[in-house]
């Protein structure tokens, strides 16, 4: 059984900084493109980095220059630092990776259960 757990969201004041993080753990072979979505309340769950298994990252533009995605290929682990908060960052982060299952070598689009990241001005 794949599971993808974050940790580290909270309550933050603007202009401070969170560092989310995400493990993967189960049956895993491989893991390759790794992400990290948000979703503010009335809004649509948006991308906001991704990396691939070769560290090449993309970002959204509203958070390029202040958040930094990351991975530990050898702990199954995704980051994103994020500094310089703003009010419109607050959403529900959520942690995504194409994971190939050790069992069947098959790959799956998987996403964790969210953590809320709540910045006030």
């Known amino acids: 059984q794949v599971q993808l757990v974050e940790s580290g969201g909270g309550l933050v004041q603007a202009g401070g900084s969170l560092r989310l993080s995400c493990a993967a753990s189960g049956s895993i072979f491989s893991i390759n493109r790794m992400a990290w979505y948000r979703q503010a309340p009335g809004k649509q769950r948006e991308l906001v980095a991704g990396i691939s298994s070769g560290g090449s990252t993309n970002y959204a533009d509203s958070v390029k220059g202040r958040f930094t995605i990351s991975r530990d290929n050898d702990k199954n682990m995704v980051y994103l630092q994020m500094n310089s908060l703003k009010p419109e960052d607050t959403a529900v982060y959520y942690c995504?990776?194409?994971?190939?299952?050790?069992?069947?070598?098959?790959?799956?689009?998987?996403w964790g259960q969210g953590t809320q990241v709540t910045v006030s001005s």
């Open positions: 995504y990776a194409n994971i190939v299952v050790g069992t069947t070598r098959l790959e799956y689009r998987y």
